[in-house]
């Protein structure tokens, strides 16, 4: 290359840096001195970029080959769409509409470039390496010692008035299914072992450092470097939400643990082309964990059914090991909801909890829309209309409620008169009723919190005091509990959007699962690894009662096990597969 040819090349690649730059930077926040710092390094990014893809003939030669064209261009144009709708903060700063309209118009522009550049980045990886006979050990051992930091530091546990209530049931026998009844059973076998919340701190600890080490270990045998893996996993273990949560005392932890693991086994079951299940102790751990999954959170089981009906029809050589686990977890989850929880006089979900998000809705167009004098009344006959305002909270329906006015009941003598009022209310007042529900399910699409009073509610570090049971936390390292107490705060602080956000990591589940998808050769069984984790989220944004992380923990640990499991090389799925 001549120096004239390389000069144009740079120059080129710096003009289209600047304007990409300038647009990115724009799109979320005005010009002051910290924009133009990182501005700066995005600058220098995006010039290597840009010149790297100047000085090739092929610029995509994976992701646009003629075999792979007809899939990506598609994805690539929606993905940042919905990727700069997710994340786009108050936009005031943008003055005019003209503006409004060249700085998305050269955003869009760069995130395609950026998409199309980290799919084809991440499609030519293969970090071919050695194994190790102990490396099981590692990937286990390191965020098992990481994690236990934060049991020291906020000893025995965090919990909030739900893990209390589960606790009061694991000591009193009054059982009841509000939460799920079968992990507060699980909680009444482990405090007969240590009657202290610790007990079920340091089984999810060390569930959750099993889990992400199988998943490591299955990654390796793919042929992916063990000391890549390890060093990976030393991020795992200092994921702030990974370590907090490893001690907070919500179903919604060792569910997504479970589910997690589901997923692992997904990836085992989709890179043997079904060969996995031919072992018996394959089998029987498919089994249960297909039964925890099914048990440890309501919408559990609906997620399991579905599995199970997609896994008989892919894989419908492997037709009768399949359908015996799905008949087995179906029949023992009838039994024990069934008998089992009435001999046990259990008392039932409560109907408000299914109805959060049409129960947003009918307040939104209460306050702000149409009602027929027949849909009037019978609004009021659940709650004065005068109340529904006064409780209506957009990101949150748990103000109404628990508001003390709201009954319940005209709703669970006949749900069917309420869905078809809800559904009447809903066709005559579309927009409202759609705002209502964006703004309930934020959590799950929106990376960026939304302005007051939308919120996020994160972690607690702590157990809620003056609870009934005399349950307080023990400051066993004063040092290590400030220490642990500033990193989480830090986190939460200054990556607000990234780290504590569960939108994040439900984009780059579908990012990574859509590469995966075109890295290995476009088999669409390659999204069952990631399809048990969708389901749940879709089944959480369609019940959502609040902006509460914990609910859609679950993406978190299957985004990072994406982020390695498309390092495995393409022949080796291409191997497995043809």
């Known amino acids: 290359m001549s120096k004239t040819n390389a000069l144009l090349k740079w120059?080129?690649?710096?003009?289209?840096?600047?304007?990409?730059?300038?647009?990115?930077?724009?799109?979320?926040?005005?010009?002051?001195?910290?924009?133009?710092?990182?501005?700066?390094?995005?600058?220098?990014?995006?010039?290597?970029?840009?010149?790297?893809?100047?000085?090739?003939?092929?610029?995509?030669?994976?992701?646009l080959q003629k075999a792979n064209r007809k899939w990506t261009l598609p994805f690539v144009l929606l993905f940042p769409m919905i990727l700069m709708a997710s994340s786009a903060a108050d936009q005031s700063h943008i003055e005019t509409n003209i503006m409004v309209g060249v700085i998305y118009l050269l955003?869009?522009?760069?995130?395609?470039?950026?998409?199309?550049?980290?799919?084809?980045?991440i499609a030519g990886i293969d970090p071919k390496g050695r194994t190790s006979r102990f490396s099981l050990l590692f990937y286990i051992g390191i965020p098992f010692a990481a994690w236990m930091l934060y049991f020291i530091a906020f000893f025995p546990a965090t919990m909030t008035p739900d893990s209390l209530s589960?606790?009061?049931?694991?000591?009193?026998?009054?059982?009841?299914?509000w939460h799920p009844l079968v992990h507060t059973w699980v909680m009444t076998v482990l405090v007969q072992i240590w009657d202290s919340p610790g007990v079920m701190s340091l089984f999810q600890i060390a569930v959750l450092s099993v889990v992400w080490g199988s998943g490591m270990k299955a990654i390796e045998k793919r042929g992916v470097s063990y000391i890549g893996l390890t060093l990976f996993t030393i991020i795992v273990a200092a994921w702030p939400v990974l370590g907090i949560y490893s001690i907070s005392l919500w179903k919604d932890v060792l569910y997504s643990t479970v589910l997690f693991l589901f997923s692992i086994l997904m990836f085992k079951i989709v890179f043997s082309k079904g060969t996995w299940l031919h072992r018996k102790r394959n089998l029987f751990l498919l089994f249960l964990t297909s039964l925890a999954v099914a048990f440890f959170r309501h919408n559990g089981f609906p997620v399991f059914l579905f599995m199970g009906v997609v896994l008989l029809i892919v894989f419908r050589k492997e037709w009768k090991p399949l359908l015996l686990n799905f008949l087995a977890v179906v029949g023992i989850y009838l039994i024990v909801t069934g008998p089992i929880f009435s001999s046990l006089d259990v008392r039932s979900t409560e109907t408000k909890e299914a109805v959060g998000i049409p129960t947003q809705q009918i307040a939104n167009i209460v306050i702000n829309g149409d009602l027929t004098a027949e849909q009037e009344d019978y609004v009021a006959s659940i709650m004065p209309l005068e109340d529904w305002e006064k409780f209506y909270h957009p990101y949150k329906?748990?103000?109404?409620?628990f508001s003390g006015y709201?009954?319940?009941?005209?709703?669970?003598?006949?749900?069917?008169?309420f869905l078809s009022m809800?559904?009447?209310?809903?066709?005559?007042?579309?927009?409202?009723?759609?705002?209502?529900?964006?703004?309930?399910?934020s959590i799950v699409w929106q990376m960026h919190e939304p302005e007051p009073p939308g919120y996020t509610s994160n972690f607690v570090t702590y157990i809620y005091k003056n609870n009934d049971y005399g349950l307080v936390n023990k400051t066993i390292a004063p040092d290590l509990k400030t220490e642990m107490k500033e990193y989480l705060d830090n986190s939460e602080t200054y990556f607000l959007t990234t780290i504590w956000r569960p939108a994040s990591y439900f984009l780059a589940i579908l990012f990574l699962t859509y590469t995966a998808f075109i890295k290995y050769g476009r088999r669409g069984t390659v999204w069952l690894i990631a399809l048990p984790v969708l389901l749940s989220v879709g089944s959480v944004a369609a019940t959502l009662p609040a902006q509460d992380f914990r609910y859609l923990f679950s993406n978190v640990p299957l985004a990072l096990f994406l982020m390695v499991m498309v390092w495995i090389p393409r022949e080796e799925k291409t191997e497995i597969h043809e």
């Open 406 to 417: 709201f009954n319940d009941t005209v709703i669970g003598d006949d749900i069917g008169k």
């Open 397 to 401: 329906v748990d103000p109404i409620k």
């Open 422 to 441: 809800w559904a009447g209310m809903v066709i005559r007042n579309p927009g409202l009723a759609i705002e209502a529900y964006l703004r309930e399910a």
């Open 11 to 63: 120059t080129g690649a710096a003009a289209a840096s600047g304007i990409a730059t300038v647009a990115l930077i724009s799109f979320y926040e005005p010009l002051y001195s910290l924009t133009f710092k990182i501005g700066f390094f995005l600058f220098i990014l995006l010039t290597l970029l840009f010149y790297q893809k100047l000085g090739r003939t092929k610029r995509f030669p994976i992701t």
């Open 166 to 177: 589960q606790w009061g049931q694991a000591h009193s026998f009054e059982w009841s299914n």
């Open 107 to 121: 955003a869009y522009g760069t995130y395609v470039f950026l998409t199309l550049s980290l799919m084809e980045y």
